[in-house]
C-alpha cells in the first residue's frame, strides 16, 4: 500500500512527537522512546521525519505509522477505527497553537522553499520509500552494508526503479502534474538504472534535492547523481543547532553514525570540502567542527588539503580537528566495530588543530599505524610479495615492497631479461598481485614473446613459428592462454608508452591503485623515459629521477626501473648520480665469464650490501633464478 498522502499536510504542518505527552530522547537527527506496543522498557521506538511528516516505526518489533496512528493504537485502541482516527485529530488539533501561530510568523521566503518544489519531492520520496520494501535488490544492496530496509526508511531511502511511469500515475493520485514533475525533477529521464534514491534536505527540513546511488556498480554510469537540481553546498544531514558538528565523506557515513546517536554528522556526498559548506554549517550555530577522512595513498595530497581546510576554519573563526582513520577503515565500519562511543573518544581525545599541532597529530597517526603495521604481521611471514625463482633474494629482502629500485647490469642488456624474470615471478608467485610493464626499448610484441618464452622454457626464436615438433605447439599455445589469462584478470598490462607528464602519469596510476591496490611498476629503459613537472631542474637525468621520485611518494608502491649503470672498480656504483640518490636499492646484475651475479646495495636502508647471489639462466628462455 502506498504511504496515505490524506493526512501528510496535517501531519507536517501541526503534529510533533513532543505533543504525545511521552519521554523523548534526541537520538541523532531523530527522537527516540520506549515502545508501548512489544516492551515499554526497551528504547527502540524511533520517530522519524524522513518523509516531510513526523512518523514512528520499532526498530524491534516492526511497528509503524503517522503520529495519529501512534494515537490510535496506544490511546483510543478501544473505538472503531474512524471513531479513533476523529479522537486522535483532535487531540493533536488542541495542541497545535503554538506550533501555528510560529509557522505564521516564518518568513515569506522559508514558506516557498517548502512550497511545490517541496511537494514534488516529497512525493518522490515517498514513492521511492514505498518501493524498497518491493525491491530485493535493494534488500541485497543494503544487506551487504549492514543495514535493512527498517533502518533504511528512517531517513527516507528509497528505490527507483528507472521507469518513471509508475511514479507519474502515483503523482497524478497525490494532485501533482506531469509539467511539475518534469520541472522540478528535471533529471528524472537522464537516468534509467535501478538506484538507491537519498533525500538531501536544508537545516529547516525541507527537501531540496534527491541524490541516487548505483546499486550495481556501471562504469558507463555516474555512481552519484542528483534527480532535482538544486544546491550543492548544503552538507547532507544538516542539522539545525548544531554547534559542533561531525564532517565525513560518504553518506552511509554520516547514516550509520547518525543511526548510532552521534549527534550533528554530515556528509559532503563524496564532494571537496569547501568553505561555503562551513558558512551553511556556520549559519546552523556551528562554531567548530571535526573533519574525518579516510586514508589516502597520496598522504603528501591529504596533509595539503587538511592545510587547506585549517585555513578555511581560521578565515571563519572556526576550530578544527582532524582525524585520519588507518587504511581500509570508514567511519561506517569503525562504529558498527568498535560502537559510537569509540568514535565520541576518537574525537574528545584528538587536539584542536593549529599548523603545529597538524603536523604532530599527522605524525603521531603515522607512527601509530606504523607500529600496528608491523605487528600485525607475523614473524615467520615476508612483509612484502614472495619470489618463488629467487628464495634467498626474498628472505633477505624480505619480500618485495614499496620503494624504488634501479636495475642495470653489465653486460647492459641482462637487465631486461632480469626485470622480465621478476616480473613473471612475482605475477606466478602472489595471486593477487598486479605487474604493469612499461617496454620503452622494446616493442611490446616481443615482451610478450619473451614472456611466453620463459613460461615454457623454449628460445625466443621458437615462439616465434610454427614448431616441427607437435608437442613444443601445444606448449606455445597453454602458455599464451596462460599469458591471456594473465591479461584478462588484470594482473598484466605491458605498456610501450607512458604519458609525458607527470600529473597524467600519476592519475593513471592511481586509477590502476583504486583497482587493483597490488600493484608493481616496471619501467625498462629509464634512459627514455623525458617527463617532469619541474622545468626548473636543468639536468634531464635529475627531472627523469625526481619523477619517480615523487610517484613512489604519491603511490607507495614497488617500482623497479631498467636503466644504465657503470660500475667502477675504484669508485663503486656511478650515474647517472641521481638514480643513486633517490633509489632505495640498486640491483646489479654482472656476468663474468658463464657466471652471473646480482648483487643488491642501498645507502637509505640500514646498509650498503644488502644481498649477494649466483644466478642461473635457462639455456634455452635466458628466465633466470637463484643458482
Known amino acids: 500500500m502506498l504511504i496515505d498522502q490524506e493526512h501528510a499536510d496535517y501531519m507536517r504542518t501541526k503534529a510533533h512527537p513532543r505533543q504525545l505527552g511521552i519521554p523523548l530522547s534526541r537520538w541523532g537527527r531523530n527522537l527516540?522512546?520506549?515502545?508501548?506496543?512489544?516492551a515499554p522498557e526497551e528504547t527502540s521506538l524511533f520517530f522519524y521525519d524522513a518523509l516531510g511528516y513526523w512518523r514512528y516505526r520499532c526498530l524491534q518489533c516492526g511497528s509503524e505509522g503517522d503520529l495519529v496512528d501512534f494515537l490510535m493504537k496506544s490511546r483510543f485502541n478501544g473505538l472503531d477505527e474512524q471513531a479513533a482516527r476523529s479522537e486522535a485529530f483532535e487531540f493533536l488539533g488542541a495542541l497545535d497553537k503554538e506550533l501555528v501561530n510560529a509557522q505564521d510568523s516564518e518568513h515569506p521566503w522559508i514558506k516557498e522553499v517548502g512550497g511545490e518544489k517541496s511537494k514534488v519531492l516529497e512525493c518522490f520520496v515517498r514513492y521511492c520509500h514505498w518501493a524498497a520494501c518491493k525491491s530485493p535488490s535493494l534488500?541485497?544492496?543494503?544487506?551487504?552494508r549492514g543495514w535493512n530496509i527498517g533502518q533504511a526508511q528512517l531517513y527516507g531511502l528509497g528505490y527507483y526503479s528507472g521507469d518513471p511511469e509508475p511514479f507519474i500515475s502515483y503523482c497524478m493520485l497525490s494532485g501533482i502534474e506531469r509539467h511539475q514533475i518534469s520541472f522540478y525533477l528535471d533529471n528524472l529521464d537522464a537516468y534509467h538504472e535501478p538506484r538507491l534514491t537519498i533525500p538531501a534536505r536544508n537545516s529547516k527540513g525541507f527537501i531540496h534535492s534527491v541524490y541516487g546511488r548505483l546499486i550495481e556498480d556501471n562504469e558507463s554510469s555516474h555512481t552519484y547523481i542528483t534527480y532535482a537540481s538544486g544546491p550543492t553546498v548544503i552538507?547532507?544531514?544538516?542539522?539545525?543547532?548544531?554547534e559542533q558538528p561531525l564532517i565525513v565523506q560518504g553518506f552511509f557515513d554520516a547514516l550509520t553514525a547518525d543511526l548510532a546517536g552521534i549527534p550533528g554528522v554530515v556528509s559532503t556526498m563524496y564532494q571537496e570540502l569547501n568553505i561555503n559548506h562551513l558558512y551553511k554549517l556556520k549559519a546552523c550555530g556551528a562554531e567548530s567542527f571535526t573533519v574525518i577522512l579516510r586514508r589516502d595513498q597520496d598522504r603528501r595530497k591529504q596533509?595539503?588539503?587538511?592545510?587547506?581546510?585549517?585555513?578555511?576554519?581560521e578565515q571563519l573563526h572556526m576550530n578544527l580537528k582532524s582525524i585520519v582513520l588507518p587504511k581500509g577503515e570508514t567511519v561506517d565500519t569503525l562504529v558498527r566495530k568498535k560502537g559510537a562511543d569509540q568514535l565520541i573518544d576518537l574525537i574528545a581525545n584528538t587536539e584542536v588543530d593549529t599548523i603545529h599541532s597538524h603536523r604532530r597529530s599527522m605524525l603521531l597517526q603515522d607512527i601509530k599505524d606504523?607500529?600496528?603495521?608491523?605487528?600485525?604481521c607475523p614473524p615467520d611471514q615476508n612483509v612484502g610479495y614472495t619470489l618463488r625463482s629467487f628464495p634467498k633474494l626474498t628472505r633477505d629482502i624480505d619480500g618485495v615492497q614499496s620503494g624504488c629500485f634501479f636495475v642495470s647490469s653489465n653486460p647492459f642488456g641482462l637487465k631486461t631479461i632480469l626485470l622480465s624474470s621478476l616480473a613473471l615471478d612475482l605475477i606466478?608467485?602472489?595471486p593477487s598481485l598486479k605487474v604493469i610493464y612499461v617496454a620503452y626499448e622494446t616493442p611490446r610484441r616481443q615482451i610478450f614473446d619473451r614472456f611466453v618464452s620463459m613460461l615454457i622454457g623454449q628460445s625466443l626464436f621458437s615462439v616465434r613459428k610454427q614448431n616441427t615438433d607437435n608437442e613444443i605447439n601445444k606448449k606455445i599455445l597453454d602458455a599464451t592462454r596462460e599469458l591471456m589469462g594473465y591479461v584478462r584478470s588484470n594482473r598484466l598490462e605491458v605498456w610501450e608508452d607512458m604519458p609525458l607528464d607527470y600529473g597524467e602519469i600519476l592519475k593513471t596510476l592511481k586509477q590502476e591503485i583504486k583497482e587493483h591496490p597490488d600493484l608493481v611498476l616496471v619501467i625498462d629503459g629509464i634512459d627514455h623515459l623525458k617527463v617532469a613537472d619541474r622545468p626548473e631542474l636543468p639536468d634531464i637525468h635529475e627531472k627523469r629521477s625526481s619523477v619517480m621520485l615523487d610517484l613512489y611518494k604519491a603511490l607507495d608502491i614497488p617500482i623497479f626501473l631498467g636503466g644504465e649503470l657503470i660500475d667502477s672498480p675504484n669508485m663503486g656504483l656511478l650515474g647517472p648520480r641521481a638514480y643513486l640518490r633517490d633509489s632505495d636499492a640498486i640491483y646489479w646484475l654482472t656476468a663474468n665469464g658463464n657466471n652471473l651475479t646480482l648483487t643488491v646495495d642501498s645507502k637509505r636502508l640500514g646498509t650498503s650490501h644488502i644481498y649477494e647471489g649466483s644466478i642461473l639462466t635457462d639455456p634455452q628462455s635466458s628466465r633466470m633464478q637463484e643458482a
Open 428 to 430: 606466478e608467485s602472489n
Open 32 to 38: 527516540i522512546a520506549c515502545c508501548p506496543f512489544h
Open 235 to 242: 552538507p547532507f544531514n544538516i542539522q539545525a543547532d548544531s
Open 139 to 144: 534488500a541485497k544492496f543494503l544487506e551487504a
Open 370 to 376: 606504523n607500529f600496528d603495521t608491523a605487528m600485525a
Open 303 to 313: 596533509e595539503l588539503r587538511i592545510q587547506k581546510y585549517l585555513k578555511m576554519a
